[in-house]
């Protein structure tokens, strides 16, 4: 199973904005409960934590509205620390790092390095046991089949919020900072 989504999404980006490479600033931050900073629009959302060297952040794509269960959204989750918060869009790192998501009623993780998957499986959703541990993908970079700057997070703690709902659902108290 790949995620062809988050392609599609820019290159639509880059249609709806005439051809014009004008990246689509990030507007309406909000902040939640924890402190955290929430920006939301449409499908697409960001939820950053400040920590010492910057920005911890979750990128979040919802393609769908989880209202009908399982099978009926698409989620993308993607975590990069950064020195600012996001300014457009476009700004997470795409296809770098560890990322997971939801399509087809199946779930997958994957270890992306310059683009490329270098390692990846997909399970049945719900399957508590077929997660990666943060253990496996610290070994992964230990490797050297990730860049040095991956950033593991719990998926399926963070799934299970997104899947029932909306991308609303980045704003939950039950989306918490990601363990360092």
């Known amino acids: ?15 709806a904005l005439g051809g014009c490479m004008e990246p689509l600033p990030v507007e309406g931050w ?8 929430v920006a939301i629009d449409g499908s697409l959302g960001f939820r950053c934590w400040d920590v010492d060297a910057g920005y911890d952040c979750l990128f979040v794509e919802v393609v769908g509205d989880g209202s009908s269960g399982p099978g009926a959204a698409d989620v993308w989750i993607e975590r990069d620390v950064r020195k600012a918060l996001p300014q457009h869009w476009e700004d997470y790192e795409a296809g770098q790092g560890y990322q997971c998501f939801f ?13 490329s998957e270098v390692e990846g499986h997909d399970f049945p959703y719900p399957a508590e046991a077929a997660y990666w541990s943060p253990e496996r993908v610290a070994e ?11 950033e593991y997070f719990d998926c399926q703690s963070y799934m299970n919020v997104l899947l029932k709902g909306d991308i609303s659902n980045l704003k939950s108290d039950k989306i918490i900072q990601p363990e360092s």
């Open 103 to 115: 399509a087809f009623g199946m779930m997958a993780e994957q270890i992306h390095k310059d683009g």
């Open 30 to 37: 909000e902040k939640a409960k924890d402190g955290s900073s």
């Open 140 to 150: 992964l970079r230990k490797a050297g089949l990730t860049g040095e700057d991956i």
């Open 1 to 15: 199973m790949k995620a062809g989504s988050r392609g599609a999404i820019a290159a639509a980006m880059i249609v």
